[in-house]
């Protein structure tokens, strides 16, 4: 019962950090600004963690490879506390495999998680700022999508398409690292 509840505080704990990490990343990449609330709270979420980073390693272009880093880190700290918790120590050789796979869930989980934001508020509040936010974070995935498929009597079916996809990504992912494990755990 303590390792369910420790795990349990752990990964939400872990899940909003490192998904606040991924979020800066993807608002730099995309060139959204941070003065909205959104992000203001992904900075302040963020900040304590990437600006110590910062002064030791430079960003370079478009991406921030420390917020990126900085997620990984983060739940590789988690997969290794929770393995010692376990008592799997042997184990601690597939932690940064476990991390990996983590990194891609969680990226997954936010993409879904953004365009299912801003589905709903182009329903609810079409001309709102996190509509905006939302709207230019999801464009460059919904782009291609667009050119390829037809509207439906006005109705863009592109978001719909694109969590399909992603959902089928997060189906391949559990299935390519349950075989990664698989594999790797008969050696320990």
Do not use: K
Not at 99 to 121: C, E, G, T
């Amino acid at each position: 019962m303590l390792y369910d509840i420790v795990s349990f505080l752990l990964q939400i704990f872990v899940s909003v950090f490192a998904g606040a990490c991924l979020l800066r990343v993807h608002m730099q990449a995309e060139r959204v600004s941070f003065a909205n609330p959104l992000g203001q709270v992904v900075l302040l979420l963020t900040n304590w963690l990437v600006q110590p980073v910062r002064r030791v390693v430079r960003a370079n272009g478009r991406w921030d490879w420390v917020g990126l880093l900085l997620a990984y880190a983060l739940l590789l700290v988690q997969c290794v506390l929770l393995l010692l918790l376990a008592g799997a120590w042997p184990g601690l050789s597939i932690a940064p495999i476990w991390a990996f796979f983590a990194l891609l869930r969680l990226a997954l989980s936010l993409a879904m998680a953004i365009v299912l934001v801003h589905v709903v508020l182009s329903w609810i509040q079409p001309g709102g700022w996190l509509h905006g936010l939302t709207g230019q974070l999801c464009r460059p995935w919904l782009a291609g999508l667009r050119r390829m498929l037809p509207t439906a009597g006005g109705i863009d079916l592109s978001p719909l398409v694109l969590l399909l996809l992603l959902q089928v990504a997060q189906i391949m992912l559990q299935h390519i690292q349950a075989d990664m494990l698989s594999l790797t755990l008969p050696r320990l």
